[in-house]
């Protein structure tokens, strides 16, 4: 599979097969405003744990408006209790597809079995999915890593669980929870999946995608349905919209980065008011890179200790040719 217009996750219909990531204290409320202008196929929310989802009644985390649909929602936690309360909340409240995280490698999360530590216990994977699917009518996706470590992969064994649980789409982060977010991305392992799955659910790859010739290449080398996006979207937000370009021969995105750090300014002061500085630090570490002077902006921006410190900052940055 290569791009793909019109790409449909059962019953849910996306634009297409570019997917932008759930990425926790990045894809916040502020952040997701700016890349809708970007036409990703498909966004998602920051994970969410069930359990607080149930206890509280506060979905701020969960807060979206209706132009940034299609938009999913992430359910994180390994208690079997929670899971049909979890999953109908996130169907009412809206959303267009509930994922399950078997992810994330954070020891606080992988303590309680959760996270990338369900990658330990299929079959507790299979009970939640089955869960989820039997509770809602909007279709449901998995994301997980390879396996535990290299002698633990299980990716194979989960695409097939998946598949029994009657999961939709699986993305695989082609690393190891023990790998954490360093090495390469083993894409032959989702190549591997790819093969398994044959079509009866769909697989989205991930890991290592940070320009339009790294997704071409996992399209060619994997076979994958569709491809996702983590940290290349922090440093391009608009990455999509160049794959989208480029595939359906468009003209590309008149991209002013100045502007765009602008405009995710603006929505931070809305969301987060004094404290935008810090969100907006956070950001510019991945978003201010490529180049010795842009280097000399980003540390400045490090240092700053108020927005507008940091808005006076960028406007006396030369831009020309950035
Ligand atoms: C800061 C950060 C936060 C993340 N938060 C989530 C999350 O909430 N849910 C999830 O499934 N994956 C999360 N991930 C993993 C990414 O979605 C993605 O799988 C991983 O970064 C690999 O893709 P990449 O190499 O393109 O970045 C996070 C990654 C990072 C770096």
């Given at each position: 599979?290569?791009?793909?217009?019109?790409?449909?996750?059962?019953?849910l219909?996306?634009?297409?097969?570019?997917?932008?990531?759930?990425?926790?204290?990045?894809?916040?409320?502020?952040?997701?405003?700016?890349?809708r202008n970007?036409?990703?196929?498909?966004?998602?929310c920051?994970?969410?744990?069930?359990?607080a989802?149930?206890?509280?009644?506060?979905?701020?985390?969960?807060?979206?408006?209706?132009?940034?649909?299609?938009?999913?929602?992430?359910?994180?936690?390994?208690?079997?209790?929670?899971?049909?309360?979890?999953?109908?909340?996130?169907?009412?409240?809206?959303?267009?597809?509930?994922?399950?995280?078997?992810?994330?490698?954070?020891?606080?999360?992988?303590?309680?079995?959760?996270g990338?530590?369900?990658?330990?216990?299929?079959?507790?994977?299979?009970?939640i999915?089955?869960?989820?699917?039997k509770?809602?009518?909007?279709?449901?996706?998995?994301?997980?890593?390879?396996?535990?470590?290299?002698n633990?992969?299980v990716?194979n064994?989960?695409?097939?669980?998946?598949?029994?649980?009657?999961a939709?789409?699986?993305?695989?982060?082609?690393?190891?929870?023990?790998?954490g977010y360093?090495?390469?991305?083993?894409?032959?392992?989702?190549?591997?999946?790819?093969?398994?799955?044959?079509?009866?659910?769909?697989?989205?790859?991930?890991?290592d995608?940070?320009?339009?010739?790294?997704?071409?290449?996992?399209?060619?080398?994997?076979n994958?349905?569709?491809?996702?996006?983590?940290?290349?979207?922090l440093?391009?937000?608009?990455?999509?919209?160049?794959?989208?370009?480029?595939?359906?021969?468009?003209?590309?995105?008149?991209?002013?980065?100045?502007?765009?750090?602008?405009k995710?300014?603006?929505?931070?002061?809305?969301?987060?008011?004094?404290?935008?500085?810090?969100?907006?630090?956070?950001i510019?570490?991945?978003?201010?890179?490529?180049?010795?002077?842009?280097?000399?902006?980003?540390?400045?921006?490090?240092?700053?200790?108020?927005?507008?410190e940091?808005i006076?900052?960028?406007?006396?940055?030369?831009?020309?040719?950035?």
């Amino acid at each position: 599979m290569s791009f793909k217009k019109d790409f449909s996750i059962g019953s849910l219909k996306l634009p297409h097969n570019i997917i932008y990531a759930p990425l926790a204290e990045y894809t916040d409320f502020a952040y997701r405003r700016l890349i809708r202008n970007f036409h990703s196929g498909l966004m998602f929310c920051e994970m969410i744990k069930m359990e607080a989802l149930v206890r509280e009644k506060s979905t701020k985390l969960l807060k979206y408006t209706k132009n940034m649909l299609p938009i999913g929602a992430q359910l994180l936690g390994s208690n079997l209790s929670v899971v049909t309360d979890a999953a109908k909340k996130i169907e009412d409240l809206g959303f267009s597809l509930i994922d399950f995280n078997c992810g994330c490698p954070v020891q606080k999360v992988t303590k309680d079995g959760s996270g990338s530590a369900m990658l330990k216990t299929p079959k507790l994977i299979f009970e939640i999915l089955k869960k989820i699917v039997k509770a809602v009518n909007i279709p449901v996706s998995i994301k997980i890593r390879l396996g535990w470590d290299d002698n633990s992969i299980v990716a194979n064994e989960i695409v097939k669980i998946a598949i029994d649980a009657g999961a939709k789409m699986i993305t695989i982060h082609g690393r190891t929870r023990k790998q954490g977010y360093s090495g390469k991305a083993n894409w032959d392992f989702i190549e591997e999946c790819k093969q398994v799955a044959k079509n009866e659910i769909l697989v989205i790859g991930n890991g290592d995608l940070y320009t339009l010739e790294d997704v071409k290449t996992m399209f060619e080398s994997t076979n994958v349905d569709g491809v996702m996006i983590a940290r290349g979207m922090l440093a391009s937000p608009w990455l999509s919209s160049d794959i989208e370009s480029y595939f359906t021969k468009k003209d590309k995105l008149n991209i002013s980065r100045k502007k765009i750090i602008l405009k995710y300014i603006s929505y931070l002061i809305e969301e987060k008011k004094e404290k935008a500085v810090f969100d907006l630090r956070r950001i510019s570490g991945w978003f201010l890179r490529g180049g010795k002077d842009i280097k000399s902006l980003r540390v400045g921006i490090n240092g700053a200790t108020s927005i507008d410190e940091a808005i006076k900052l960028i406007d006396r940055f030369n831009w020309e040719n950035k």
